[in-house]
């Protein structure tokens, strides 16, 4: 299957701090690809050069077949970004912030009902379109903040963090909607510190100090993991705790 992702040795230096330190990988399309770090890890200065807002220091990386430091703007084309701020507008509607964005994304005139209708219905807010975003609970505005981010209906989508602050309940929905937009075909970069939330993903990332210290499908980290210890069910804590203080000691 084609990669519509493509990393290789990658680098971001703020100064003389290396935020990210030539990490590799490469993203099949339609995968669900977890990048799982605690705070300071690198994960939205990888989103943020991935969705070509932030240029490299080296290393290379290419989105859809565009390179992030010459074609940004095709980059932007393809791609739905949702920041870890959720960017609305607060003391617009549901659907006023939907109208918005349809303009920013540039959504043909002609379309732009029928996508505001899918997409209130993907994200479940029909009902409550003429509400002040600023009244909804959390929750809502997370999944608003994903209608709008996919309302020009991109191949590729990045979500930074969507579900931190948000209560268990709205995860579980907001995991059901990501699923949803993998099954149509969708591919998805999501970063998160949820530990829970990796065994979601096809393929998770483990990000440390700006660097990648694991990198694999749950369930082969478990496999290479029982087989080195000798472990019949490991947890992915048991990995990414090894893992990092493998990386520590190295
Ligand atoms: N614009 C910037 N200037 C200087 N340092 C930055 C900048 N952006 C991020 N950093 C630093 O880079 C590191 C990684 O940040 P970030 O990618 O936001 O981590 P994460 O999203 O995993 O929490 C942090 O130490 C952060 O303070
Ligand atoms: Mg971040």
């Known amino acids: 299957m084609e990669n519509i992702i493509e990393v290789e040795k990658l680098k971001k230096n703020f100064g003389n701090f290396t935020a990210v330190n030539e990490i590799t990988f490469r993203i099949k399309k339609g995968e669900i690809f977890g990048f799982l770090g605690p705070n300071g890890a690198g994960k939205s200065t990888t989103i943020r050069i991935l969705c ?4 490299p ?5 290419a989105v859809s077949g565009f390179d992030v430091y010459r074609q940004s703007e095709k980059i932007k084309q393809n791609i739905g ?15 006023e912030n939907i109208n918005f964005y349809s303009g920013i994304y540039k ?7 029928m996508r505001k ?22 929750g809502f505005k997370q999944r608003l903040a994903l209608g709008c981010a996919v309302l020009h209906d991109p191949p590729i989508i990045f979500l930074d963090e ?47 100090d700006g660097n990648i210290i694991a990198l694999d499908s749950p369930r082969e980290l478990k496999k290479t993991y029982a087989a080195r210890f000798g472990i019949k ?5 048991d990995i990414f705790m090894t893992s990092i203080e493998d990386y520590k000691n190295a």
């Open 107 to 113: 959504v043909k005139r002609k379309d732009k009902n």
């Open 162 to 208: 969507p579900t931190s602050g948000v209560d268990p309940i709205s995860r579980n929905n907001f995991w059901n909607l990501i699923n949803n937009l993998s099954d149509e075909g969708k591919t998805i970069f999501i970063t998160t510190h949820y530990l829970a939330e990796a065994e979601y993903c096809d393929r998770i990332a483990l990000i440390y």
């Open 233 to 237: 069910s490991p947890t992915l804590e």
């Open 81 to 95: 970004y949702m920041s870890q701020k959720f960017s609305l507008y607060y003391d617009l509607t549901v659907e």
């Open 52 to 55: 070509g807002l932030l240029i």
């Open 117 to 138: 209708k899918e997409v209130l219905d993907l994200v479940n807010l029909s009902h409550l379109r003429k509400s002040l975003t600023a009244s909804l609970p959390v």
């Open 57 to 61: 220091t080296s290393g290379k990386a």
